[in-house]
């Protein structure tokens, strides 16, 4: 429960309600409303209070239900009021709704924001904001099982949704993009990359944000972190890769845990940009470690410590530097 305390706002404390940075708090009947909370100002007594910035509604001071969170934004409208809602038409007949933001420049590079797994395109809002600064038009996208894309019954870590990321760089150059760059965040990296194996020029350049590199090694870590036994992520990874247990999971096939290690059996093409924190519990950042030695034309920038995905929060400044910067360098052969 928290609770309003004249200019801040009192939270249970954890490592997450405790971290440097700005955060995002949802709250209200169905957690609509969002209230911006800035830096810590005291803990005690299992208590974090932390500055109150700004909120859509007045936050109460009797105890309220709320969820933490890394959006910083609450809507598309605090990037560009003249925001649109599109429809990206997918190959299997179906559509996937998307965030358009047009750059004033009509040659511009268009950004496509890929978000991870369990979270929502409010996320990329982050990365939306470095393009914005970089001239760029942006193009926030779903993709089937994600958020509020088109449903599906489980994640198969990009092996079949790449095509959806596909068919959105389709949607951009067919709407004049004279270059396409993709930011993709956590599990979204899978997505990047796998289209990126079918085919190395799909587009220019490339931004992952906490990237998902090695399931197999991030299900070990799953596994550690909830302190079972360790043989149980052998035995989950089999299950998931074999015909019959991804039948009774609901997966479209199994998952190929080999495929799914971006650090070997295939190589980056085109420049790439890596931002990650060595705080990521999720994530081990040796795993990214190992994706940038493994690869060439790969970048990898260390932001301060901060918990998965919330580099942007904790380490805003570098954050927010370095992607406007990757966002605005040309590739080697563009003509702009």
């Known amino acids: 429960m928290a609770r309003r305390i004249g200019e801040t706002v009192e939270l249970p404390q954890s490592a997450l309600t ?6 995002g708090l949802w709250f209200g009947d169905s957690f609509e409303h969002h209230a911006l909370i800035g830096a810590v100002e005291r803990t005690g007594e299992q208590r974090v209070i932390r500055r109150l910035l700004s909120a859509t509604v007045s936050v109460p001071t009797e105890p309220f239900e709320a969820q933490w969170t890394g959006h910083v934004m609450h809507s598309p409208s605090e990037i560009d009021a003249k925001w649109e809602d599109v429809t990206v038409p997918l190959r299997d007949g179906t559509a996937a709704p998307a965030w ?10 268009w950004v496509i924001h890929v978000q991870g797994i369990r979270t929502s395109r409010l996320v990329t809002l982050r990365s939306v904001e470095a393009a914005e600064r970089a001239g760029h038009t942006s193009l926030v996208i779903t993709y089937r099982g994600a958020g509020d894309g088109p449903a599906t019954a489980v994640s198969s870590l990009g092996q079949h949704e790449w095509s959806d990321l596909a068919d959105a760089v389709e949607f951009a150059r067919s709407h004049g993009a004279p270059e396409v760059y993709v930011v993709a965040w956590s599990m979204g990296a899978g997505i990047a990359l796998e289209l990126l194996r079918r085919d190395p020029k799909a587009f220019e350049r490339l931004a ?21 036994p360790g043989f149980v992520a052998p035995i989950v990874t089999w299950a998931l890769g074999s015909a019959v247990g991804s039948r009774v999971i609901g997966m479209p096939a199994p998952l190929d845990f080999d495929r799914l ?4 059996g295939f190589s980056v093409e085109i420049p790439t940009l890596v931002l990650h924190s060595k705080g990521d519990e999720e994530i081990p950042f040796e795993l990214t470690e190992e994706f940038a030695v493994a690869h060439p034309n790969v970048t990898l920038v260390e932001t ?9 929060n904790v380490d805003p400044e570098l954050f927010q530097s370095t992607l406007t910067s990757w966002l605005s360098a040309r590739s080697p052969h563009s003509h702009q």
């Open 304 to 312: 301060k410590s901060a918990p998965h995905g919330w580099e942007a």
């Open 208 to 228: 992952l944000v906490a990237p998902a590199t090695n399931w197999r090694r991030i299900v070990r870590r799953g596994v550690d972190r909830a302190g079972m």
């Open 100 to 109: 358009l933001f047009r750059s004033a420049d009509s040659g511009a590079a």
């Open 18 to 23: 405790s971290a440097a940075g700005t955060y």
């Open 261 to 264: 290690d971006w650090s070997n």
